[in-house]
């Protein structure tokens, strides 16, 4: 819930989060370390024959083999299960595995899908391309119209996924709303957070049955290691891990869990500022004569603004806008010069790096997506999206209006 005035509500959640971040889920480190060891061996010497056979069938916890378990990640897994507040979590080699790995490992051919229209580009790609090899079909829905769920539900239905706030577009989902559909209809409710992080918002707490990650992000936060996570209730994790981790090798390394896990001891105090800048930015943009149209929940004319301040923490660092076309110009082409007249923004897809990242989506991260699937998604030809780093908050909005003011005189 957002309440009241927005500097104090980011800051509450920031200090909500300060203790979590630094110490969620520790337990006892070897040597005295204060500090997660990198355990880099592949496989675990066993002491005896009973241990060895005892570990095999679960009776001691004795660590055997990486792709099975490490400690460095496990270590990892349990700050990220505090930080989410879910039972269980387990890390992936990256989003996309986390997100694959948890539709294979829960369903079995035959099972269908409902997931909304607008989404990560590659999750898209997957539920419409690939897993129909395996059996497992999507029909996607607009999930702003929780009634279009009713009209996509087969007697096969498994599962509603969703993306909150989705990729580019920003329009959310009704979480609350989602999961009493599910549950009226005996499915579980799969959530994308990459894009809200759990700063911003927690679907578990709102009773959604898993939680997926991009760990790429924001959760590591300095756009030097890709991975991914599974968060929930142990029984859901577990089958999740033994398919796609130990069953796919779908697994997470010692050193990328590091340092995902360094990342994440400042990610409260990244995301508070981040926050803060991207509604700042979303403000000034949404004044510019130069903007169509600016998507972020901070503003009230963002057609969920309300729904936003019920269901999340904070309105999130990422940030799309609309360019006008310049006389003479169209959307795309002005859009285009915008984003070459950046100084400060780096043109480079991802997002939650301490660098502000700014796209053209149309042109690259969503130009797999059928033409009139973008158009149906929202995604205009001139929309620009901006992940909005750590920079100085006066510096960025600087950058932003002279590359626009640039654009503009151009024509
Ligand atoms: C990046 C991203 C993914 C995929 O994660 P990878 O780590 O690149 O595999 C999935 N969903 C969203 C919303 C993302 O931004």
Do not use: C
């Amino acid at each position: 819930m957002i309440a009241g005035n927005y500097e104090h509500a980011i800051r509450a959640r920031a200090e909500e989060l300060a203790t979590v971040v630094v110490h969620g889920g520790d337990g006892p480190l070897p040597y005295g370390a204060t500090d997660v060891p990198i355990v880099l061996s592949s496989a675990f010497r066993f002491d005896d024959a009973a241990m060895a056979a005892g570990a095999f069938q679960g009776t001691n916890e004795a660590w055997i083999y990486g792709r099975w378990g490490n400690p460095t990640v496990e270590h990892l897994e349990h700050r990220l299960a505090a930080l989410e507040g879910a039972a269980a979590a387990a890390t992936t080699s990256s989003g996309m595995a986390a997100i694959a790995g948890t539709l294979l490992g829960l369903f079995d051919a035959g099972a269908h899908v409902i997931a909304p229209v607008a989404m990560y580009a590659e999750s898209a790609r997957l539920l419409r391309e690939r897993l129909p090899r395996h059996g497992i079909t999507t029909t996607f829905a607009d999930a702003t119209d929780p009634s279009s769920w009713e009209r996509a539900l087969t007697s096969a239905t498994r599962a509603l996924y969703i993306e909150t706030p989705a990729n580019p577009t920003l329009a959310l989902t009704n979480i609350a709303a989602a999961v009493a559909f599910a549950r009226a209809h005996g499915l579980l409710v799969i959530a994308d957070n990459t894009f809200a992080t759990p700063f911003a918002q927690t679907p578990l707490a709102l009773g959604v049955d898993v939680v997926v990650h991009s760990a790429t992000k924001a959760l590591s936060g300095h756009g030097d290691v890709v991975g991914g996570v599974v968060a929930g209730s142990e029984e859901l994790v577990a089958r999740v891990r033994e398919y796609t981790v130990k069953g796919i090798g779908a697994v997470l390394s010692p050193m990328s869990a590091f340092l995902i896990e360094r990342g994440i001891r400042t990610f409260a105090l990244r995301q508070e500022q981040a926050n803060r800048t991207a509604a700042r930015l979303a403000t000034t943009l949404a004044q510019h004569p130069a903007v169509a149209r600016v998507h972020h929940p901070s503003l009230a004319s963002h057609p969920q603004h309300a729904l936003a301040r019920e269901q999340m923490h904070a309105f999130g660092s990422m940030v799309a806008f609309e360019v006008a076309a310049a006389p003479g110009a169209d959307a795309l082409v002005t859009g285009r010069r915008v984003l070459e007249n950046l100084a400060l923004a780096t043109h480079a897809v991802s997002l939650g790096d301490t660098r502000t990242l700014v796209v053209h989506s149309a042109s690259t991260t969503h130009s797999t997506m059928p033409a009139e699937t973008r158009r149906a998604a929202g995604i205009a030809d001139g929309l620009l999206r901006l992940s909005v780093g750590l920079e100085g908050a006066a510096d960025l909005e600087r950058d932003v209006l002279r590359a626009l003011e640039r654009a503009w005189s151009a024509a």
